[in-house]
């Protein structure tokens, strides 16, 4: 049996792999020619010209420009609205859009309530930015750079290779629970040694794909989306070295915000006093994380950019960047007001993190208040800092608000299942997570704390069920899941 | 005689008035920033006489012969220009041909949440999780 699983496993990879290389090239079609993330492309060429226009054909792997928006604002910290940036920042995508000559691409731009320097498109089209890269970006030129890339990762069907990734997740969800069917009929306790072997060797080849073989793979797709997009500011008459300087602001970012030599081996040795696998472990994750995250380096991004925009438009007026509507934009009195009172609310939450509530109690009260008086992420800040501080009916009044807010932030809905669960209302609780689960494009963060509640009221059929299709369909998640199935069993309701 | 002094006190006045105008001015001007090429993005750079159309190249330089930096500024003419200092003669390079010692700003932020799982494929990676404070 385990033969035939194992059998299946790389069938399903090697399935994965092909799939791939048909879905990477232009509309899925068979071709002899190498797909162009492999890097089968002529310098001579430009990335637009492999482009066809005509209308674009959607992924695969697209769950619905909505539901996709639903799902990724339950991720981080949900969404900064602003009508005045959101307007500009999707007509500036239009016009990239455009340029490529693809018709009827789908997706928006949404705004990440997150200070960082991050952006990413997902197989919908829909492009995420932060608040921390608008805030660093100068011109109309960099923020059209940076959706051209973005936008440039949609129309390369990038995403595509993330399918070998969770593939992969699958096969071995699959093994896992062939071995544990295995080990149940035999009436075995616990899992042979061959098995517990080849669990691990699945684990193993998991990791790989996720932390090297994924990441080198999309190095030659950062660089592809660099230099579309650079042909994409050409085409939308935008100024194409505004990519460089954009690189270079990420670059800066980078560099400011790199954990350094000293301070990891700090870490170790903390961790190591600890327990001596838990800092293995982590210089284990590093070492993976320096061959793959840190590639392509933004330096040789930057550098390869340049010599393609100087090879392909080297003699064109390249024509100087805008200044002027964008900084115009952010000093608009009401999108200032939204970015510095976002900026409050970070504040006061990092200001919280240190303990000091209520210096953090200040700082959320101000984020809270004008245009950005019942957004959530504000308010749950301002409820999470005045609880700190004792004042609990302003904690609840401030929590009701970010509840009923029109854009939520998944934090809320998290306080209120775990508030709920401590005090015993464990059904409520499971309620809340019905909730969020809906209001969140049905994410799987919330399929843990089902699983934990369910077991809680005595539902441990159903919680297993759940186990099983969460390491299965979403396989990410099948570490945190598996450990709430763990959760000892309540008793289980009367009929 | 009595004339010609009060002329040469006058003359001093309006150098001083003269001076101090011109310093003022001088003040209000933006301030050209000194940088340096410390890099060349190219193998060969293209070197322009910043005079002319900027169309052709007046010489082209081989990143392997650079050894020391190039004194450069912003071209007031173009911001896609740098104008620098190449072996005693100005030129005007294409700014982005070429790496500068240019401070970029950027925010410090640690231990930021981009999402609840790795960063996708397209996702600018995940920087600054955990870095120290």
């Given at each position: 049996m385990l033969a035939v699983i194992g059998r299946a496993a790389a069938g399903l990879a090697l399935l994965a792999v092909t799939g791939c290389a048909t879905t990477g090239g232009e509309s899925g079609k068979m071709s002899l020619a190498p797909p162009s993330w492999l890097g089968g492309k002529s310098e001579h060429t430009t990335q637009i010209s492999g482009l066809k226009p005509g209308p674009y054909e959607a992924s695969s792997l697209a769950v619905g420009e909505e539901k996709d928006i639903a799902q990724r604002r339950g991720d981080g910290l949900g969404f900064v609205r602003s009508a005045p940036i959101e307007l500009y920042l999707n007509e500036l995508r239009s016009k990239i859009v455009g340029a490529s000559g693809k018709t009827g691409v789908p997706g928006r731009v949404m705004i990440l309530?997150?200070?960082?320097f991050a952006a990413y498109s997902t197989p919908d089209g829909n492009v995420y930015v932060s608040m921390g890269v608008l805030e660093s970006l100068e011109t109309e030129d960099e923020v059209a750079a940076l959706l051209a890339h973005e936008t440039s990762h949609v129309l390369l069907k990038h995403h595509s290779s993330d399918l070998m990734g969770d593939m992969q997740k699958k096969a071995q969800a699959l093994y896992e629970i062939g071995v544990g069917a295995k080990t149940a009929v035999s009436g075995s306790k616990t899992v042979s040694k061959s098995d517990a072997r080849g669990l691990n060797q699945a684990q193993l080849a998991v990791d790989a794909t996720d932390k090297l073989v994924l990441p080198a793979w999309n190095r030659p797709q950062e660089r592809e989306a660099d230099l579309l997009g650079v042909d994409l500011l050409v085409e939308s008459r935008h100024s194409a070295p505004a990519m460089i300087t954009m690189l270079e602001k990420l670059q800066a970012w980078e560099k400011a915000n790199s954990e350094s030599e000293e301070s990891f081996g700090e870490r170790v040795k903390q961790a190591a006093q600890r327990n001596v696998n838990e800092a293995v472990s982590m210089t284990y994750q590093r070492m993976v994380e320096t061959v793959?995250?840190?590639?392509?380096?933004t330096s040789e991004r930057i550098d390869e950019t340049a010599q393609y925009l100087e090879r392909h438009y080297g003699s064109r007026d390249l024509g100087a960047p805008k200044g002027a509507p964008w900084t115009a934009l952010m000093s608009r009195p009401d999108v200032a007001q939204v970015m510095r009172n976002y900026k409050q609310a970070f504040s006061a939450k990092k200001l919280l993190d240190q303990g000091k509530a209520q210096e953090a109690y200040a700082a959320a009260k101000a984020a809270a208040t004008e245009r950005t008086a019942t957004d959530a992420y504000p308010n749950w800040v301002l409820a999470r800092s005045a609880a700190a501080l004792g004042r609990q009916r302003e904690a609840i009044d401030a929590l009701r608000r970010a509840v009923s807010?029109?854009?939520?932030?998944?934090q809320v809905y998290e306080d209120l299942i775990i508030a709920n669960e401590q005090v015993g209302s464990v059904p409520v609780a499971l309620e809340w997570t019905d909730r969020a689960s809906a209001t969140f494009g049905g994410a799987p963060r919330w399929t843990p704390h089902k699983i934990r509640l369910l077991r809680k009221t005595g539902r441990v059929a159903e919680a297993e069920t759940l186990t099983l299709n969460c390491a299965v369909s979403t396989p990410d998640w099948k570490r945190p899941c598996q450990e709430a199935n763990q959760t000892p069993a309540g008793r289980a309701p009367q009929r | 005689m009595r004339r010609g002094r009060v002329s040469r006190r006058n003359l001093a006045l309006v150098v001083v008035l003269l001076a101090t105008v011109s310093a003022a001015w001088a003040a209000e001007l933006p301030k050209v920033e000194s940088l340096k090429v410390t890099k060349l993005r190219m193998e060969k750079v293209a070197l322009y006489l910043c005079d002319g159309e900027r169309k052709k190249a007046e010489r082209e330089f081989a990143r392997t012969d650079f050894r020391e930096p190039w004194p450069a500024t912003q071209d007031a003419t173009s911001p896609l220009f740098l104008r620098v200092t190449v072996e005693g003669h100005e030129y005007c390079v294409k700014a982005f041909t070429v790496d500068t010692d240019k401070a970029v700003s950027a925010s410090k932020e640690c231990n930021t949440q981009v999402a609840s799982q790795q960063p996708r494929t397209a996702a600018t990676r995940g920087v600054g999780v955990g870095c120290s404070q």
């Open positions: 309530a997150n200070p960082a793959s995250a840190s590639h392509p380096k807010s029109t854009e939520p932030v998944p | -």
